[in-house]
């Protein structure tokens, strides 16, 4: 998690956001939303968010690639892409957990909470579904705003919608010690990053 760390770090320092926008998340998606070029057919949004979520949370390394930051870059700045609210709003809330994981801070669980469900409402409203990352970090979100049975019930369905999903595979696992659960993740995926932070053996 480390080199994630840092990776996203060094994307991050080409966009500065500012504290204020942690304070009010909703006004701030739809000044943003306001000036994004919308376009529900055109996926790069969606792709680049996958695409984050591979590197970042489903390879066993954890680490964002090279390639992807950079995709990213590319997409934010240029003036021709579409939806570009949704990245920015995705980057907002990045910024935020990865700036107070490098410090050893527990994040803003409020804060989490209102950015997760706006960046959902916000896919939903062009794509029509919820990115697997936004479930992982609803889930995440919940937990730490001390809502432990919203946190079970969105991991239940993002399973539904993603059932190879580690990241969600593993913390439904911490929740309910299934062994067969247990027993997939040992034999399927042993060198996970996060199977191995949370010492499933």
Do not use: C
Not at 168 to 187: G, H, M, P, S, W
Request: charged letters at 25%; aromatic letters at 8%; hydrophobic letters at 40%.
């Amino acid at each position: 998690m480390k080199i994630l760390l840092i990776n996203l770090l060094l994307l991050l320092s080409f966009y500065s956001f500012s504290q204020s926008i942690s304070n009010n998340f909703q006004k701030t998606a739809n000044e943003v939303k306001a000036q994004s070029k919308i376009d529900k057919n055109d996926k790069s949004a969606l792709n680049l968010i996958e695409n984050f979520y591979n590197d970042a949370l489903q390879s066993d390394k954890g680490e964002l690639e090279a390639k992807t930051i950079n995709k990213l870059q590319a997409f934010m700045e240029s003036e021709s892409s579409k939806n570009k609210h949704l990245i920015t709003l995705f980057l907002i809330y990045q910024e935020h957990i990865t700036e107070t994981a490098a410090k050893g801070l527990m994040p803003d669980s409020r804060f989490q909470v209102i950015a997760t469900n706006a960046i959902e409402k916000e896919f939903k409203n062009i794509y029509g579904v919820t990115p697997v990352i936004i479930y992982i970090y609803k889930a995440e979100a919940l937990s730490s705003d001390k809502k432990s049975e919203e946190a079970k019930d969105i991991v239940k369905r993002g399973l539904e919608n993603y059932p190879d999903s580690i990241p969600l595979k593993v913390y439904k696992y911490l929740d309910t010690k299934d062994e067969n659960l247990k027993k997939d993740l040992i034999l399927n995926h042993p060198r996970h990053w996060l199977v191995l932070q949370n010492k499933i053996i």
